[in-house]
């Protein structure tokens, strides 16, 4: 069941997909398992969708694990919807976001490059397509958005971790979240958890220019990172993709602020300084709960800034 | 399964454009196989490098030559790796 689940450990796709079933069953009337497509070599790809109910309720999308060997971004994935499951009810605040907003979180938006980590090479960061004309595999699935698609800060290169892939939305795991969240419609907040080098960015990676919300983005995300702070003081960096790491194209959070989901962030979780992606098991839980803070805090304000 | 043995990963901190110059033509060099995990682009952050153990002396002879400062981040990756994976080994016998 979900509340025996080991949270401090690294998990295959199959055991988080079989505890996702656990968590839809003990929270029936808050939690249900989406299927929103199926990954390249054919795995299905799911969305925990967190509802009180009514009719296409403004939304906040939560993605994790969309470079495969990030692990602590699938972990915390895992961490945050059984908070959000076991919270609703407790927490005042989160309980009146769920009364009017729904949260969709995708623990595993890249499973075919999670398998393959877990497999076959723990450093792999892309998806698992196949391309004509080349042995390399996979395209970088945040650089394959139809977001500058193909400008600086991303390789044409099939070989290259950061390969942008043959065109926009090439690969299915992309096409699929696209799909969805052009049909939802109604989403106001998309987040994108990465790890790691502790840092919380907004639009653009593409350009290096500032977005019309650049100012409000900056000062949300400045109050989530000091929210984050206050349980271990973990110190975040705040700015635009483009400015605060490097200019970078084809970017899930590009994609979507064009969208017009003004409240688009992208996380990089915690860094001790010693391990990159190798984060050890035992800091999942530290670091999904100070996440849990700022997460909170943006979904708080995107509840209380109708737009 | 692909293994790591003898990879190391390097902290290096970048302090000058020019510096940030030289680990941009290394980040180029296909031969060496170098995974960038943070990649050389500001003073502001280091730049983290998994360096596979055949290129290990090369890129550290290029690094000292050019007095750019780095220090050890991982040892031994395949060590860290062999750590990973008995620990969810251990995880899963206790869960069952």
Not at chain 1, 144 to 173: K, L, M, Q, T
Not at chain 1, 242 to 268: R, T
Not at chain 2, 13 to 22: C, D, I, P
Not at chain 2, 56 to 79: A, G, H, R, W
């Amino acid at each position: 069941g979900s509340k025996s689940f080991n949270f401090a450990a690294y998990h295959t796709l199959e055991t988080i997909y079989q505890w996702m079933d656990s968590l839809v069953a003990d929270h029936p009337s808050l939690v249900t398992k989406l299927q929103i497509g199926s990954s390249y070599e054919n795995r299905p790809m799911y969305v925990l969708k967190f509802s009180t109910g009514g009719d296409n309720r403004p939304a906040i999308w939560i993605d994790a694990g969309i470079h495969a060997r990030e692990w602590v971004s699938q972990a915390t994935g895992v961490w945050t919807a059984n908070k959000i499951a076991t919270d609703y009810g407790r927490d005042t605040s989160l309980t009146s976001l769920l009364n009017k907003m729904d949260v969709f979180l995708m623990i595993v938006t890249n499973p075919d490059g999670y398998v393959f980590t877990h497999t076959s090479n723990r450093m792999w960061r892309k998806t698992r397509s196949r391309l004509p004309g080349t042995t390399c595999r996979g395209v970088d699935p945040n650089r394959n958005w139809d977001a500058g698609f193909g400008g600086p800060g991303a390789s044409r290169n099939p070989c290259s971790d950061s390969y942008h892939g043959p065109s926009p939305h090439s690969e299915v795991e992309v096409d699929n979240v696209v799909n969805f969240v052009q049909s939802h419609g109604n989403f106001k907040s998309f987040i994108s958890i990465h790890a790691y080098s502790q840092l919380l960015m907004y639009p653009y990676g593409y350009s290096c220019n500032d977005v019309p919300d650049a100012p409000e983005l900056d000062s949300v995300g400045r109050s989530a990172v000091k929210a984050l702070s206050t349980l271990f003081g973990t110190s975040y960096k705040v700015g635009s993709i483009c400015k605060i790491i490097y200019q970078a194209s084809g970017g899930s959070i590009d994609w979507s602020y064009n969208l017009g989901i003004k409240y688009s962030f992208a996380f990089e979780l915690r860094d001790t300084g010693r391990y990159g992606f190798l984060l050890p098991a035992n800091q999942i839980v530290p670091t999904a709960s100070e996440t849990w803070l700022a997460l909170k805090n943006i979904m708080e304000y995107v509840r209380d800034h109708p737009y | 399964r692909q293994l790591f043995v003898g990879d190391q990963v390097l902290r290096v901190a970048v302090e000058t454009e020019e510096q940030l110059r030289l680990l941009a033509s290394l980040e180029e060099d296909e031969i060496l196989q170098l995974d960038f995990w943070l990649h050389p682009v500001s003073s502001d952050l280091p730049v983290d490098i998994r360096v596979p153990f055949a290129s290990l002396q090369t890129v550290k002879v290029f690094l000292e030559s050019n007095d750019i400062p780095y220090t050890v981040m991982i040892k031994d990756v395949q060590d860290l790796l062999d750590e990973e994976e008995a620990e969810m080994e251990a995880d899963s016998v206790r869960e069952r």
